[in-house]
């Protein structure tokens, strides 16, 4: 996933007309980093795939998915079936997994399941457009939002505006997993 994430970035861009300059400036993401995101050698975070399909005039799920050639009314995913694998190394300290469809057009929402390793260091607040919910499966997760700090354990929820800043990391000694549904429309 990590690779066909990069290729679509770049090719929306492309076809746009549009340079890695003009995008950087834009979406505030620096060069080097927009760079390895086409290259396949880093992985955007959820927020930033939702600024770059803004920018690029693309849904998040067709940068995450490509094009859609499943119906939009019902899609079941069954466990272990086309996830993309986990996508790990972001900016944002966690891993993620989609949890749809890869090629479900339509989507409103996008459901993740995030991992968290306590030992990476906390990923530095970030707005985009949409909202989020949010719900601990396993483990502590500091939520940091707009400012005030919020610890959320196991089957804790929140549901929050991702206008204003924020970011999640794992607490305690072992991986915390936390289910996140975000929309970007």
């Given at each position: 996933?990590?690779?066909?994430?990069?290729?679509?970035?770049?090719?929306?861009?492309?076809?746009?007309?549009?340079?890695?300059?003009?995008?950087?400036?834009?979406?505030?993401?620096?060069?080097?980093?927009?760079?390895?995101?086409?290259?396949?050698?880093?992985?955007?975070?959820?927020?930033?795939?939702?600024?770059?399909?803004?920018?690029?005039?693309?849904?998040?799920?067709?940068?995450?998915?490509?094009?859609?050639?499943?119906?939009?009314?019902?899609t079941?995913?069954?466990?272990?079936?086309?996830?993309?694998?986990?996508?790990?190394?972001?900016?944002?300290?966690?891993?993620?997994?989609?949890?749809?469809?890869?090629?479900?057009a339509g989507?409103?929402?996008?459901p993740?399941?995030?991992?968290?390793?306590?030992?990476?260091a906390?990923?530095?607040?970030?707005?985009?457009?949409?909202?989020?919910?949010?719900?601990?499966?396993?483990?502590?997760?500091?939520?940091?939002?707009?400012?005030?700090?919020?610890?959320?354990?196991?089957?804790?929820?929140?549901?929050?505006?991702?206008?204003?800043?924020?970011?999640?990391?794992?607490?305690?000694?072992?991986?915390?997993?936390?289910?996140?549904?975000?929309?970007?429309?």
């Amino acid at each position: 996933m990590r690779k066909y994430v990069g290729e679509r970035i770049k090719k929306l861009r492309e076809a746009q007309d549009m340079t890695l300059e003009q995008v950087c400036k834009l979406t505030g993401i620096e060069a080097g980093r927009l760079r390895a995101y086409e290259e396949g050698t880093a992985v955007p975070s959820i927020g930033v795939v939702i600024q770059l399909s803004r920018v690029l005039g693309s849904k998040m799920e067709g940068l995450l998915h490509g094009g859609g050639t499943v119906s939009e009314s019902l899609t079941i995913c069954r466990a272990g079936e086309s996830h993309g694998g986990e996508q790990g190394g972001t900016e944002q300290s966690y891993s993620y997994k989609s949890l749809t469809r890869p090629g479900t057009a339509g989507h409103l929402m996008e459901p993740f399941l995030l991992s968290f390793d306590p030992a990476v260091a906390p990923g530095v607040p970030i707005t985009h457009d949409g909202q989020e919910f949010v719900y601990v499966v396993a483990g502590a997760i500091d939520l940091f939002y707009d400012g005030r700090h919020y610890r959320l354990e196991q089957g804790d929820s929140a549901y929050l505006s991702s206008s204003l800043p924020h970011t999640f990391h794992g607490l305690g000694e072992g991986v915390a997993r936390m289910l996140t549904v975000v929309s970007s429309s």
